[in-house]
């Protein structure tokens, strides 16, 4: 009774643990999603953080009259063939977007202020403010807060516009998806050769000693150690490193990368360990009693059968990777950029989450989004980590 009594009671604690930690990861995912689903777009993915603003110009008069579009949505101007709509920018600010513009309208034909060049106008664009003339040359003037129907009323008493700006909305996150398949790249190039190698000596050359044993446990704690202790250490070390192979002043992507690197050698030569402990003796038994040296059996037969853990490995570490942050605020910075370079600042999606999250402000709907980005990429790199490992797996039993 005893016995039972305890069984029951320990199987109920082990219940009411398990539910209560899938109500509040249920609870976590319903929050992410509620706020970040409407954010999400591909203007978030493909866009820029920050605004451009562009000052333009036209040289031209327009002497057409343009035929209204079916389902317009906006308010058209007949006379410059474009339609402007009111919105919102994402903290509740008026705008006027442009939604559409004809072909031959003379908005195609801008010129930059400073430049002179022809800019292509591209649809989405909000404008700021216009400053036009009419037949009489008076200035005619007209701003986002006037609304789309006012500044289309003013184009079609206008033939020409002396100046007009405007400007792309920012909050996108491209700059932060380079940085981090950047950081995936390069990290990978460093550590997985390195890992590799590791796990091929530790399995086939170490000899079971003290030393081996010494050795696989400090593998053993470096994956223990909290990833902002490896932050400092890419401050203290590969930071400086780099500036003096490199241009680059601070942190930068390369100096991430090498961090990242050391934080995943002991995921990668551990798996990579297992996956070469799962190849049956007689495969290498058989490749030294045919001739083959012990390099040749290691390279042509031992690791294309480990090949399915070695994927694994990389496809985890790629995982870390996206998520990490801690360590590449020290390593890398929280700079958010839109023109990436391997040896400057930039931030990648999880310290993207830190930057907007870390203000006066925080940005809850842009950290939802990115957030869920990284949640569909985890989830497809788990998925695909299971099918190649079923499909690469040689010794399943089916």
């Given at each position: 009774m005893k016995t039972r009594f305890m069984d029951k009671f320990l199987n109920t604690i082990t219940y009411i643990a398990a539910s209560l930690s899938a109500i509040v990861l249920i609870g976590i995912l319903i929050y992410i999603f509620s706020n970040g689903f409407k954010g999400l777009s591909v203007g978030l993915i493909t866009g820029d953080y920050y605004d451009t603003v562009y000052e333009l110009y036209s040289e031209e008069k327009t002497n057409k009259i343009f035929?209204?579009?079916?389902?317009?949505?906006?308010?058209?101007?007949?006379?410059?063939?474009?339609?402007?709509?009111?919105?919102?920018?994402?903290?509740?600010?008026?705008?006027?977007?442009?939604?559409?513009?004809?072909?031959?309208?003379?908005?195609?034909?801008?010129?930059?202020?400073?430049?002179?060049?022809?800019?292509?106008?591209?649809?989405?664009?909000s404008i700021s403010k216009l400053e036009l003339t009419d037949d009489t040359d008076d200035y005619i003037?007209?701003?986002?807060?006037?609304?789309?129907?006012s500044i289309i009323k003013n184009l079609d008493t206008a033939n020409r516009i002396t100046n007009i700006q405007l400007y792309s909305d920012g909050g996108g996150i491209r700059g932060s998806l380079i940085t981090t398949f950047y950081l995936i790249v390069l990290t990978l190039l460093i550590a997985l050769p390195i890992g590799i190698g590791?796990?091929?000596y530790l399995h086939e050359y170490a000899k079971d000693n003290k030393?081996?044993?010494?050795?696989?446990?400090?593998?053993?704690?470096?994956?223990?150690?909290?990833?902002?202790?490896?932050?400092?250490v890419g401050?203290?070390?590969?930071?400086?490193?780099?500036?003096?192979i490199t241009p680059s002043n601070g942190g930068s992507i390369l100096s991430g990368a090498l961090t990242l690197a050391i934080i995943l050698l002991p995921v990668i030569i551990r798996t990579t360990e297992e996956a070469l402990l799962t190849i049956p003796p007689s495969y290498k038994q058989a490749s030294l009693a045919l001739g083959a040296s012990r390099t040749q059996t290691v390279f042509k037969v031992i690791l294309p059968n480990a090949l399915s853990g070695?994927?694994?490995?990389?496809?985890?570490?790629?995982?870390?990777?996206?998520?990490?942050?801690?360590?590449?605020?020290?390593?890398?910075?929280?700079?958010?950029?839109?023109?990436?370079s391997?040896?400057?600042?930039?931030?990648?999606?999880?310290?993207?989450?830190?930057?907007?999250?870390?203000?006066?402000?925080?940005?809850?709907?842009?950290?939802?989004?990115?957030?869920?980005?990284?949640?569909?990429?985890?989830?497809?790199?788990s998925i695909l980590v299971k099918i190649i490992g079923k499909k690469l797996n040689k010794f399943e039993v089916k």
């Open positions: 035929i209204e579009p079916n389902d317009v949505d906006g308010y058209f101007s007949k006379t410059w063939g474009i339609v402007l709509k009111d919105s919102q920018t994402k903290t509740g600010e008026k705008k006027v977007v442009i939604t559409y513009i004809d072909e031959d309208s003379v908005f195609y034909r801008l010129k930059d202020s400073q430049t002179k060049d022809y800019i292509k106008i591209k649809l989405g664009l003037y007209a701003l986002s807060k006037d609304g789309a129907r590791g796990a091929i030393l081996t044993k010494a050795i696989r446990i400090m593998i053993d704690m470096t994956s223990g150690i909290p990833s902002i202790i490896f932050g400092l401050a203290l070390v590969f930071i400086p490193f780099v500036n003096s070695i994927l694994t490995a990389a496809l985890l570490s790629i995982g870390r990777i996206i998520g990490e942050s801690a360590a590449l605020i020290y390593a890398v910075g929280t700079t958010i950029k839109d023109s990436v391997v040896t400057s600042r930039s931030t990648s999606l999880a310290v993207h989450i830190w930057s907007v999250m870390s203000g006066e402000s925080p940005n809850y709907d842009l950290a939802c989004s990115i957030s869920i980005i990284i949640l569909i990429i985890v989830l497809c790199l």
